[in-house]
């Protein structure tokens, strides 16, 4: 039998790979810092970090399709859900920096948010089948 | 669409969770099917039936049957 945990997909092994993902993204980040921007080093750098991100998001799909259909279309409800909430955030965001709101970085901003709005409609969606 | 899982588990005098653990599903998705929130796919619903060596449609029944058409209602609707 499987967890009923819907999250059961994102614990051991992809919270590791996850977690050292992440941690060479940051790494790179500070090495870049020490060149030039525009420089070739600093590019080859951003590229390695952007590909690192194209793992974390293989590595998600592959922990998902793991689970049961009942817990996959959970999933992909809520990432459908926290898609559609997340960009309607950024466009109102954006107008509301015309307005005069503070500038707010999305390229860091993007994940933190986007995982947190994936997670409570996991558990929102999750909890109409129990 | 309705169901026996419940029953034919019951019968069996299984858990919920031997029954998930026979099928490769949680817990909850067994719970979720037998208290009718959620339908399974075909293929599970046939894995189902086949675990109660039962045919899927003793296993599964739609909630309104659908409405066969006739020969002669076919007919006359291709007259028109």
């Given at each position: 039998?499987?967890?009923?945990?819907?999250?059961?997909?994102?614990?051991?092994v992809?919270?590791?790979?996850?977690?050292?993902?992440?941690?060479?993204?940051v790494?790179?980040?500070?090495?870049?810092?020490?060149?030039?921007?525009?420089?070739?080093?600093?590019?080859?750098?951003?590229?390695?970090?952007?590909?690192l991100?194209?793992?974390?998001?293989?590595?998600?799909?592959?922990?998902?399709?793991?689970?049961?259909?009942?817990?996959?279309?959970?999933?992909?409800?809520?990432?459908?859900?926290?898609?559609?909430?997340?960009?309607?955030?950024?466009?109102?965001?954006?107008?509301?920096?015309?307005?005069?709101?503070?500038?707010?970085?999305?390229?860091?901003?993007?994940?933190?948010?986007?995982?947190?709005?994936?997670?409570?409609?996991?558990?929102?969606?999750?909890?109409?089948?129990? | 669409?309705t169901?026996?899982?419940?029953?034919?588990?019951?019968?069996?005098?299984?858990?919920?969770?031997?029954?998930?653990?026979?099928?490769?599903?949680?817990?909850?998705?067994?719970?979720?099917?037998?208290?009718?929130?959620?339908?399974?796919?075909?293929?599970?619903?046939?894995?189902?039936?086949?675990?109660?060596?039962?045919?899927?449609?003793?296993?599964?029944?739609?909630?309104?049957?659908?409405?066969?058409?006739?020969?002669?209602?076919?007919?006359?609707?291709?007259?028109?």
């Open positions: 039998m499987t967890s009923a945990n819907p999250f059961r997909c994102f614990q051991g992809f919270l590791r790979d996850a977690f050292l993902i992440g941690l060479a993204i790494a790179l980040a500070y090495l870049g810092r020490r060149f030039p921007v525009g420089s070739g080093v600093r590019l080859a750098l951003a590229i390695v970090q952007a590909l991100l194209g793992a974390i998001v293989v590595r998600t799909v592959l922990s998902i399709r793991r689970l049961d259909e009942l817990l996959l279309k959970v999933h992909l409800e809520g990432i459908a859900i926290s898609f559609t909430i997340f960009a309607s955030l950024i466009s109102g965001w954006a107008m509301l920096e015309k307005a005069g709101a503070p500038s707010i970085e999305w390229g860091v901003w993007a994940w933190p948010v986007m995982a947190l709005l994936w997670c409570v409609a996991v558990v929102i969606r999750g909890r109409q089948y129990r | 669409m169901n026996r899982v419940r029953e034919l588990r019951s019968e069996r005098d299984w858990s919920q969770g031997e029954l998930g653990e026979q099928l490769g599903v949680s817990r909850q998705t067994v719970n979720a099917i037998e208290t009718g929130k959620y339908d399974p796919s075909l293929p599970l619903a046939f894995k189902i039936a086949a675990l109660f060596e039962l045919a899927i449609e003793e296993v599964f029944e739609p909630d309104e049957k659908p409405k066969r058409k006739t020969p002669a209602t076919a007919e006359g609707r291709s007259r028109r």
